[in-house]
């Protein structure tokens, strides 16, 4: 199928590598913290009980939690484009396997993702610090908060298997370029917001 790479705009480039590196950092210091202190349900034993590795894992989850809110609010403002849209749900006739299958399955899967890491942050917020510690691993919060873990897992590989599968090397590296067009020049961030201001359309 022809590889598609269209160009996107600076600020969404930027939102989701910032978004992209926290919640991998997230993911792999929660795991370490279940790894230590859990291990009910499969261990690697990679590090000993250490409560620092809990006070890192919310650290990184903090910030992630507001770049997340704000990455949101730019893709439902202009990557709406990227997201599962109404014409993917009121035209379902459309044979597998077809290229405009996969678009669409890349959408849903751009919009999955936004999904799972809601729920992990959802239920990040709900967790007390003081649980393993204290062995209290029963609490239902945290169950849910593991299994967003797993959820979010599988919609990273879904996501990233079907970048590579509809473009390949080439749209991974326009997600990670830093070039972009005079429109875009963050010299003119400054006005777009005060005009949003100043006419605020939701
Ligand atoms: C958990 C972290 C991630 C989330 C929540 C996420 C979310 C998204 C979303 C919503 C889009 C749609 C357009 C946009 O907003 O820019 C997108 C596009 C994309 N992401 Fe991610 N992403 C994550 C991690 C990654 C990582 C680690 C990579 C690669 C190393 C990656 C590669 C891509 C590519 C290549 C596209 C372009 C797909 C398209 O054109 O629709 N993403 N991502
Ligand atoms: C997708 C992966 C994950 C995300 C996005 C995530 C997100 C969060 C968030 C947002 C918080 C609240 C931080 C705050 O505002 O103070 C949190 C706290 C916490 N999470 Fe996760 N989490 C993930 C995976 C895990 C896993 C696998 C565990 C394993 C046990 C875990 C254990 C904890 C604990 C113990 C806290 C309390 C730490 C504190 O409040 O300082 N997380 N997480």
Redesign the pocket.
């Known amino acids: 199928m022809p590889k598609l790479v269209p160009y996107k705009p600076l600020v969404l480039r930027l939102f989701h590598g910032l978004n992209a590196f926290l ?1 991998i950092a ?2 792999i210091t ?2 370490l ?2 790894d230590s ?2 291990g009910r349900f499969g261990q690697l034993s990679l590090t000993v009980k250490n409560r620092a590795l ?2 890192i ?2 650290t990184f ?2 910030w ?2 507001w770049v997340f809110l704000a990455f949101a609010v730019v893709n439902i403002k202009i990557g709406k484009s990227y997201l599962t849209n109404s014409q993917d749900l009121s035209k379902l006739n459309v044979k597998v396997g077809q290229n405009v299958w996969w678009y669409r399955l890349q959408r849903l899967l751009n919009t999955t993702i936004l999904l799972a ?1 809601t729920l ?2 959802a239920t ?2 709900m ?3 003081n ?2 510690p204290r062995g209290e691993v029963n609490h239902i919060w945290y169950y849910l ?2 299994i ?2 797993l959820v ?1 897992l599988i919609a990273l590989s879904c996501h990233l298997l079907i970048s590579a599968k509809v473009g390949g090397k080439t749209l991974f590296l326009s997600m990670f370029n830093s070039k972009y067009r005079p429109q875009d020049d963050p010299k003119l961030w400054r006005d777009k917001i005060r005009a949003w201001f100043k006419n605020p359309r939701w």
């Open positions: 919640a997230s993911l929660g795991f913290v279940y202190w859990d809990i006070d894992h919310g989850a903090f992630l939690f890491l992990s942050l990040g917020k967790q007390d610090e649980w393993l908060h593991l967003a873990w979010t």
